[in-house]
């Protein structure tokens, strides 16, 4: 199974002991094209080490909005984090990790915190964090992780039990509904990915355990229509990691289609949010992983390729039919493009300096 795209967010943290060496200060660097139509401009971009404003020995950031705020955790104590106007701070809880930030205000950040993990959102008003709030869990439920948030506070994510774990939303209010998995298809588990202002929202229903395959990713409706995005040909998985707001009646997907452990391509799906049809499943040719994707179709994610068994990776920005990769600052590689801002001028993810691993934000300087 892949250890980025599929699975608890959450739990792919990839946290190392070892110091980190990275630089204090931004880098511009220069992208470097895999694919690229000719005669087309190519975007310049800078790349700023975020994990040397927190001080320590591994980071990750997992959401990025429109003012450039990064949130993710970092470790020593498994601690969330938030950028907020290029200040670092931490956001209350014990033994948490944020994945997610709206834009707007206020700004809501959602992820989860304590042991068993319970599912919870963050307000910021004027800079300033608040306490938690903790979402609501059934009954019958004992923790749990919210993975994506819209301006209105609304989230998506997971809920668990001692032997299951279910696909959840909640409203902005806090309160859980249970996003049940197609009948009929043997699947077991599930949980929410991203979800748009609109409502619409993606999920991934696994046949057994979280990140046991097959599994299949969909797309549900605001309306609670669900639309399947389905394998491409001679593949057995999807995963919908990432979703646009809505533009002209539709939205972006971004995902990964898997033949195996080791053939799977990045895919972005568009759809009719009034029909439900997909009107076009586009496919990089690359190993490679779609995480997430901006309102007009900007998709970042990574490239994966194993030399030796050892996996090398790069991070991406794939605008219409180019793929730019995205250096990380000086010093650093493998890096992994986690999240980028509705507008698609930020993107947030990782890289490794030495033995750890340091959140970046790349921030896109032109078309």
């Given at each position: ?7 608890y ?29 000719r005669?087309?401009?190519v ?10 404003l927190?001080?320590a020995?591994?980071?990750?950031a997992n ?17 969330a ?19 997610a930030?709206?834009n707007g ?5 959602v992820?989860?915190v304590?042991?068993?993990s319970q ?7 004027s ?15 004992t ?5 994506g ?24 209010a806090g ?10 298809r ?22 057994g ?15 609670g229509?669900?639309?399947e ?54 496919v ?5 992983h779609?995480?997430?994707v ?14 030796a ?7 991406f ?15 650093a590689?493998?890096?992994i493009?986690?999240?980028?801002s509705p ?7 990782e890289?490794?300096f030495g ?13």
């Amino acid at each position: 199974m892949n250890r980025f795209a599929i699975g608890y967010p959450f739990l792919a943290l990839a946290i190392t002991l070892g110091a980190a060496c990275a630089p204090d200060d931004p880098s511009v660097t220069a992208p470097i094209e895999s694919v690229l139509a000719r005669g087309r401009p190519v975007a310049a971009y800078t790349s700023s080490d975020l994990g040397a404003l927190l001080g320590a020995n591994s980071s990750q950031a997992n959401g990025v909005n429109d003012a450039g705020d990064v949130v993710g955790g970092f470790n020593p104590f498994s601690t969330a984090f938030a950028i907020l106007n290029g200040a670092a701070t931490t956001l209350a809880g014990a033994s948490g990790n944020a994945e997610a930030i709206s834009n707007g205000s206020p700004q809501y950040v959602v992820g989860f915190v304590g042991l068993p993990s319970q599912p919870v959102r963050w307000t910021i008003v004027s800079g300033a964090p608040s306490a938690p709030q903790n979402l609501a869990v059934l009954s019958d439920e004992t923790g749990g992780a919210a993975l994506g948030v819209n301006d209105a506070g609304a989230a998506v994510g997971v809920a668990f039990g001692n032997l299951f774990r279910r696909a959840a939303m909640w409203s902005d209010a806090g309160v859980q509904t249970t996003v049940e998995p197609p009948a009929g298809r043997g699947f077991v588990s599930g949980e929410g990915r991203d979800i748009d202002n609109a409502g619409h929202a993606v999920f991934v229903f696994f046949e057994g355990g979280i990140n046991a395959e097959p599994a299949r990713g969909f797309l549900r409706l605001a309306s609670g229509n669900l639309v399947e995005l389905t394998p491409l040909a001679g593949d057995v998985t999807t995963y919908a990691n990432g979703l646009s707001e809505v533009q002209n009646n539709t939205v972006y997907i971004a995902g990964t289609s898997k033949a195996s452990q080791f053939v799977f391509r990045a895919v972005r799906w568009t759809v009719d949010v009034t029909t439900g049809n997909i009107l076009a499943t586009e496919v990089r040719s690359e190993n490679s992983h779609a995480l997430a994707v901006s309102t007009d179709g900007a998709t970042v994610g990574f490239l994966e390729a194993n030399a030796a068994r050892t996996p090398r990776f790069t991070a991406f920005l794939w605008r219409g039919n180019d793929l730019l990769a995205l250096d990380p600052p000086k010093g650093a590689r493998d890096g992994i493009a986690r999240a980028v801002s509705p507008s698609g001028e930020f993107v947030a993810g990782e890289a490794a300096f030495g033995l750890s691993r340091s959140a970046i934000r790349w921030t896109i300087l032109s078309p």
